[in-house]
């Protein structure tokens, strides 16, 4: 799953131009796939394969969970080289063609060190079969024991209470789902079932630090390790409950902003000097009052004529998917939504715009009381993006908006807004043969079918493989909604493991067997 | 002068009453004093003595400077106690019957300690001389010469180039001021000139640190220590800029706020969450933007129609005293002030009230980008109290208006408003007949008639005095409105040490002088 950190990983002081439009992935195929036909023979033998085989597939996870694979410490980083081996060794045995590849170099804590490689690795190459490009991360969010986990959280620890949670860091982000391809690999091997698709894979050692260096791989690769590359399938996010496996067929984008209003040249004391000057605070304030009300509506002109309409089909998927008001006030612990209505609420979160205020650079922000006046504040905001809102003509509708609303204040202060980020939202088919397969995979493994969901957050790594390969990706997601990735006592539970594993194999066979 | 800390000594969480009622400062004098006519053959004895005894004089302040009498540091703990003896012995040698006194203990970084004990002493018993109390502080704010000094802060330095500015911290605040009331006390005895009134005195050694101790030792003291004593002068502030002297007759009071908004019971990510619930922020933001306008004018009804009207005796002071819009341009560092007319601006500064909104705690206030939903924030705002804005009155509209605004908004979230700290506004006689004596004593020292002005800031030991004893008090100050007190490379100009000295003789001189 994503982090804070990658959502930010561009960052740039200038009024940023989309580099590319918005787009819906519409992918054309113009290769004739061999219909290769679903077989339930070869699928119940694999999974009898993977039931019998529990114990052996936990110890996998056993052992990548038990390679502290933090890349945003420099004090991991033979961890993180070490995980990458492992990998390596694992794919070669299951017969995959695998190595590690360079990606550059970066700055961590001070120093210049090597970013952690990519593993890639390619299976089958069979010009009759769909090519399935799979995308993971072997590193993790960093971990304590002290933070408050239950158990060592780098030894995988199997609940002793017998929920079947299996706890660890990296359990469910991504190292489960990672493992979860290996297990369908391996359990093809085992049972002597032909793989039924051409099998890609790339998984980064990065994904918790910005994915630096990975936007230039694929771009750099597009046309040699990527080429013919048929649809992808990404597992690295989760349920949205705790019991309705769902596929996510978009992502909001975010842009993020700055306010800085600037006034005297130093900070000066409220005693001496209240009641004389333009405040910067009071500017600020005053600006950041006018951008959403408490209702949640974004006041920007312009911003709300942008965004596409909902269509039938959406509306369907929005009222299909199993929630209830609970689920949401659990997760927040409280009742403040906006309103009571499931679907206004889902759609708040994953198709609608959003705007949030996050806080005041260079103010007073400790306990206490300081009677200061700040003499430059940054206030910072961010707009969750949905298709039609882009990056380029959101911020143009913020720029001019919050430069008008300035010049009514009156003030001298200096008046400055500022995109220190931006990233596009994404949408992909959700009727696409790979959803289609998905589906029908989720029905056969879970006995229900699949919520259709969307991130309210980025992925962007999701929108570099998009943009730069032009193919349909499917979010497919192994674990539940309260697994707490980047949080103590992550966990995945094992049956999410286990039935994740079937998963995958269940939509290979699907996907090779449905209609392009 | 006072800190920022100890504009915040006393806080409260719950919604403070005020202690006692705002008042004006009206003594009467059922005492008569012998007059005592004014001599300027004695005031001309003395101001002799101290120009030929410059080197002397400053010798002194250098013994002074080069203890490092840190209140707020345990590391300087034995430096506070000898720079109270250091200055039991000097009294003591030039007659003063003096004493340490304790005033209980503190935490100090981490530690239960002594306090600081207070400086006393009382010079003259004579029923037919008015009796003063002088106040001043013996301790000092952290100096290290690498946060920027020319010179070891702690080693007095006269200014290489010639300026005659004495470097080193405590040189104006109070070291120099409270070594002029002994210099003054020197010359009288060396000269062999009757002291014109009976002195009491009071040095404190934990001004710099929140004044602990003393209220209590004040209330305790009232009918012992302090008992028949007529007025009070405070030498601990500064001119309002580098040229002109002036007697300070006013401070205003401050009531520190805290809006405190809930809603979830964790930070919320705003991917996951942005546009489902009713974000704190939100509410904070929208309720601070209503209590100030960009021109500085306070929203909250009720609070301006308070306002004690200005007299024509006031308003004289004001339009009297010595001020350009480029001394506070250059004090700010910039022209963003609210008006460029210099009456408003002072009266701004002094005498009405002002609002300023400090900043957020609990928000994202680090560089860069954070896309947290903050679960609870705290806006921080304070008011400058003046007569006759008073705690209670004041923070009655307050939390009136901030509730009522905050049921306006609709929202789910839970809303607190507490007054953290509140100090009443003072404001004397400045016609009183001690403010006469320095008027008098400030045309005869330095040429010209001081500037009456008021500190925008509050000085809670002032009111503390004033509550307590019942005298009029008048602030005396020594230096120039750029010494830089709390700053590095803190000084005090030879001449303003010197000529304070003597302004010091004189002012006793015409105290005595002056019909009560």
């Known amino acids: 799953m994503f982090t804070l950190g990658r959502l930010i990983r561009s960052t740039s002081t200038s009024n940023i131009i989309a580099k590319r439009p918005l787009r819906l992935q519409r992918v054309s195929f113009v290769r004739p796939f061999t219909h290769i036909p679903y077989s339930s023979m070869a699928t119940s033998k694999i999974n009898k394969w993977v039931d019998e085989n529990q114990s052996h597939l936990i110890d996998r996870l056993a052992k ?57 690795g390619h299976i089958g190459n069979d010009p009759n079969k769909k090519t399935l490009l799979i995308y993971g991360h072997y590193d993790v969010q960093p971990a304590l024991k002290e933070d408050g986990w239950k158990f060592d959280p780098f030894t995988l620890t199997v609940d002793p209470e017998g929920s079947g949670k299996l706890y660890g860091r990296g359990s469910t982000d991504d190292k489960g789902p990672v493992l979860g391809w290996l297990n369908a690999l391996e359990a093809h091997k085992e049972t002597g079932t032909e793989l039924p698709v051409n099998l890609k894979m790339i998984f980064e050692g990065m994904e918790e630090n910005g994915s630096d260096g990975l936007d230039k791989f694929i771009e750099s690769e ?88 909902v269509t039938k089909d959406e509306q369907e998927k929005f009222e299909a998917i199993h929630f209830e008001m609970k689920d949401i006030h659990d997760a927040i612990g409280g009742d403040v939504t906006l309103t009571n209505d499931t679907v206004k609420t889902l759609m708040g979160r994953m198709r609608n715009p959003s705007l949030s205020l996050h806080g005041i650079e260079g103010a007073f922000s400790a306990v206490g009381s300081k009677t200061v006046i700040p003499c430059s504040v940054k206030g910072k905001f961010s707009i969750r993006l949905v298709p039609n809102l882009g990056i380029k003509n959101t911020t143009d509708l913020v720029i001019k908006y919050v430069n008008d609303e300035f010049m009514k204040l009156g003030s001298k202060n ?44 980025s992925i962007p790594i999701t929108l570099e493989f998009a943009n730069i390969l032009g193919v349909n990706i499917c979010l497919l997601p192994v674990g539940r909604g309260d697994d707490g990735a980047h949080s103590t ?5 094992t049956s999410n493991y286990i039935q994740g594993t079937k998963l995958f194999a269940e939509y290979m066979h699907n996907l090779a067997a449905e209609q392009a």
């Open 64 to 120: 990548a969970v038990g390679i502290p694979s933090v890349s945003g410490n420099i004090a991991y980083i033979k961890d993180v080289e070490r995980m990458a081996e492992f990998l390596i060794e694992q794919l070669t045995e299951l017969g995959v063609k695998a190595e590690t590849r360079p990606v550059g170099k970066h700055q961590l804590d001070g120093k210049e060190v090597d970013l952690p490689p990519v593993v890639i």
């Open 222 to 309: 597009k046309d040699k390790f990527f080429a013919g590359v048929d649809c992808m399938c990404i597992s690295d996010n989760y349920w949205l409950d705790t019991k309705t496996p769902c596929l996510t067929y978009g992502l909001r984008g975010i842009n993020y902003y700055e306010i800085r209003i600037s006034g005297p040249d130093r900070d000066l004391h409220s005693g001496a000097f209240g009641g004389a000057i333009h405040e910067p605070m009071t500017d600020l304030i005053s600006l950041m009052s006018k951008l959403v009300s408490p209702q949640g509506e974004i006041l920007i002109p312009g911003v709300k004529d942008l965004i596409a309409p």
């Open 414 to 457: 200096k008046c400055q807004v500022v995109l220190t980020h931006g990233g596009e939202p994404w949408i992909t088919d959700p009727n696409h043969y790979s959803f289609r397969a998905a589906h029908k995979a989720t029905e056969t493994v879970w006995g229900q079918a699949p919520d259709y969901t969307r991130e309210g957050g």
């Open 489 to 493: 006592n992550e966990k995945l539970d």
